[in-house]
């Protein structure tokens, strides 16, 4: 089965803590991309990667740091630098290119206290 | 700045009733535009994009570059529209990044 996997779907952490997000998707995409979405601010480009080995900071990467080691994989690690963490992440890939379309994961909702 | 807005939170319209979502965009160059949906308990896709000129679920938008821009529109709204609506942009001078706009949701009431 095809797609983008997102894990864990819910996950705590105590404040001050690190935490990963995983992101994994089997489409052979070049592109992948991280999102926060809060109410009523829509979805934020947090990191963004068009190849293995690189990646650039999206609008608010502060207090997120990101690795792409492998083609299939692209996960997110929330620091403790991170002010407001709480929030549902999610993940994306998608073809280099020219007017591709993005495919999505299904979300991480992500609650520090 | 590379920035895409979407004025309204909410769009409340009885089934039948013609649809218009907002898009407007700041961006210097030639941007790809996209609209995308997410239904209720399922995953954000694709609805359309601006290149293709395509008409998905009776869903049209055309790019208007003088106003910048992407308004979502439908002539009859269903009840099975309700959704949240998502305009994105992708920068031609960086395929590779995809910035969204705060979302409408969309209530179609029978």
């Known amino acids: 089965d095809g797609g983008i996997t997102q894990s864990p779907k819910y996950l705590f952490r105590k404040e001050g803590q690190n935490v990963t997000l995983s992101c994994e998707q089997n489409l052979n995409h070049d592109a992948m991309y991280w999102y926060r979405q809060d109410p009523g601010q829509g979805l934020r480009l947090i990191y963004y990667s068009q190849i293995v080995n690189d990646f650039q900071k999206g609008d608010i990467a502060e207090g997120y740091s990101v690795s792409r080691e492998k083609k299939e994989s692209f996960p997110l690690t929330v620091t403790s630098a991170q002010k407001n963490p709480t929030a549902f992440y999610l993940c994306a890939s998608a073809e280099t290119g020219l007017n591709t379309e993005a495919f999505f994961g299904q979300g991480t909702r992500l609650t520090v206290v | 700045a590379q920035r895409v807005t979407q004025p309204e939170k909410l769009l409340s319209v009885f089934k039948g009733a013609p649809v218009e979502l907002k898009c407007n965009y700041s961006?210097?160059?030639?941007?790809?535009l996209f609209w995308y949906v997410q239904y209720s308990r399922q995953r954000l896709q694709l609805l359309l994009r601006h290149i293709s000129r395509e008409s998905i679920k009776g869903f049209t938008a055309d790019l208007n570059k003088g106003e910048t821009s992407f308004h979502l529109k439908k002539p009859f709204a269903q009840e099975e529209d309700s959704a949240m609506y998502y305009c994105a942009l992708s920068p031609l001078s960086n395929t590779g990044k995809l910035i969204f706009g705060q979302g409408t949701t969309l209530q179609v009431k029978p």
């Open positions: 961006y210097s160059g030639s941007p790809e």
